[in-house]
């Protein structure tokens, strides 16, 4: 029998292969028992029944951390299990071809977004604003805009209309993006120092206040800070921006926004079978020079 140290990293390794896949339905006991006889050739067909049962509970357990720690960040999984067969994966659909298959590429559009390069990163940002709502959206020139890479202005009166207790209602957004090309994640130093750059600028002071255009510093709207990044936060960072109300949004989270962008179509190829791919070069170009 395995040793349980053995069991759980032959897990963990199932299922990051597994959900970094794009096939439509994977059987874990399958799955599993290939990867087992493919690390363990001299195990018995005895041991190996035992083997894969253990390791496919495990398994499992990650996976269904993974699925609901998407769901908590407000992202839809790009698999589900299967209702009538519990240790079977199925890729989510939700039955348009475009986003299923941008959904299913997700570990490509991912990867795109580790090459962009980081001022490509903020046009990134910009379009994020742009649609989810945004009227009216820039970035900086990138020399010392204190702290703030992109910014726009929020209408959420238009959001309940007809009815009038928001009308005219504006919220004014200061962002930050923070790119990454490796996977490191995004600590609460950065955090903290943006949390004071908004909070000067919320008092007309600080460099952001004397750089940003005045169509935005004179608006006196309130102001939310937002850090975005193509990696991951931090626990540390996590807690300190709730502490303090600063917005964090992670790749996951971009990913689904940008699954269901209106831009999406443009990033995309039909192959001569008919099916659609997704086209990097062109999700790239898209943001430069924008």
Not at 64 to 88: H, M, N, S, V, W
Not at 137 to 155: C, H, I, N, P, Q
Not at 191 to 210: H, L, N, P, Q, V
Not at 267 to 275: K, L, P, S, T
Request: with cysteine; hydrophobic share 35%; glycine share 8%.
């Amino acid at each position: 029998m395995l040793p349980p140290l053995e069991m759980r990293k032959i897990a963990k390794q199932i299922a990051d292969e597994v959900w970094e896949s794009s096939e439509r339905r994977t059987s874990l006991g399958e799955f599993s028992e290939r990867k087992i006889k493919a690390c363990c050739p001299q195990i018995s067909e005895l041991e190996l029944s035992e083997v894969t049962e253990g390791v496919v509970e495990k398994a499992k357990v990650y996976l269904e951390r993974r699925i609901t720690l998407l769901e908590l960040k407000g992202a839809t999984a790009r698999y589900q299990f299967d209702d009538c067969f519990a240790d079977t994966l199925i890729l989510t659909s939700i039955g348009d071809p475009l986003v299923d298959m941008l959904r299913a590429r997700e570990q490509n559009l991912r990867l795109a977004l580790k090459r962009v390069g980081w001022k490509t990163f903020q046009y990134v940002c910009k379009h994020l604003l742009e649609i989810n709502g945004a009227v009216k959206s820039a970035v900086t020139r990138g020399t010392k805009e204190g702290g703030v890479d992109f910014f726009g202005l929020l209408e959420i009166g238009t959001w309940t209309s007809p009815m009038v207790l928001l009308k005219g209602m504006e919220i004014r957004v200061v962002g930050q993006a923070k790119h990454t090309s490796t996977n490191a994640k995004v600590g609460d130093g950065v955090i903290k120092k943006f949390a004071k750059e908004c909070e000067d600028f919320r008092s007309d002071s600080g460099k952001a206040a004397e750089i940003l255009p005045s169509w935005f510093v004179e608006n006196k709207s309130p102001v939310i800070g937002v850090v975005i990044t193509n990696g991951e936060f931090t626990r540390d960072a996590k807690k300190y921006g709730n502490r303090e109300r600063v917005i964090l949004r992670d790749c996951d989270q971009i990913i689904e926004d940008l699954i269901h962008s209106p831009k999406s179509r443009d990033w995309v190829y039909r192959e001569e079978n008919g099916n659609i791919s997704f086209n990097e070069n062109s999700f790239i170009g898209s943001f430069q020079n924008a």
